[in-house]
């Protein structure tokens, strides 16, 4: 069933866990993604990006998920805008189903940050959808989305409880050392995450707070890839004890993109090498969904979601 992350959030902070955000760009997505939830009785997001809706239309994803949840009336499903960047693409998400938007206004500077944010609450909420913000900028590259290394921030405590006040946003992204894409952290680096900033920006904003590129880019996925004549060399997510760590900070949404795409492509790369004289399509997407279908599982231990319907 299609819901908001109102209650579903309200939980998971009480109980300290987060639920699951993934993005979708096909049918075998979503349907590995469902069977995931199914096998562990959790509830879940699905959110889908500006590259997604260039990809496959916004029609036909909303139908796809439409179905998902017409399919398992049993699992919540939250319909989710993914970096929207701007009031045209929430209004018409809004208006078109979504359950939830998010408006990244991160590249604008605080006002107009502000400014934008607030104008996307105000129709949402009237139109009974919640909003996600964000503040502070994540280094790496989504879809549309690219910050160059250097070119990051972290996101101020303080600024965070004025933009939360000033805006009425229902959740807010933070950058605390994580980032978009397979290639987070030099092999060199240990991974860090900085919860003392994110308990202190959850202290005064008092909602939910989202952690955007928190892949962990499973390292059997890249092993498999390059096993099948892939180039994933020196890939670094973020380490998943730290993902387990977040919602003791009041972190109720993880995103997870890069994982699936990885999942996938692995799965494909090496079904199409095991069947060199295989020409039906399903076969590799098969294999890909199930690939979906495994790491969603495994990602809902790691964020401590399962059983929570």
Known sequence: MLTTSTELF?????EKY?????????LEIIQGIMEGCRAKNAPVILQV???????????????L??????????IPVVFHLDHGEDFEI??????????????????HPFEENIELTKKVVDYAHAKGVVVEGELGKLEGIEDDVKVASGEGSYTDPDQAAEFVEKTGVDSLAVAIGTSHGAYKFPPEVEAKLDFERCQKISELVKIPLVLHGASSVLQDFVAEINEFGG????SKGVPE???????????????????????MTAAMRKNLAEMPDNF???KPLGAARDAVQKMVEHKIDILGCAGKI
Request: hydrophobic share 40%; with cysteine.
């Open 231 to 234: 180039k994933v060399e020196n």
């Open 18 to 26: 987060a639920l699951g955000a993934f993005n979708v760009n096909n």
């Open 241 to 263: 004890e730290a993902i387990t760590e977040a919602s003791k900070y009041g972190v109720a949404k993880v995103n997870i993109d890069t994982d699936i795409r990885l999942g």
């Open 49 to 63: 990006s500006a590259g997604a809706r260039q990809y496959a239309g916004p029609v036909f994803l909303r139908k």
């Open 65 to 74: 998920i439409e179905g998902a949840a017409e399919i398992y009336p049993e």
């Open 90 to 107: 929430c209004k018409d998400c809004i208006d078109n189903g979504f359950t939830s938007v998010m408006i990244d206004g991160s590249k």
């Open 10 to 14: 309200a939980k998971a902070l009480a």
């Open 280 to 282: 039906d399509v399903r």
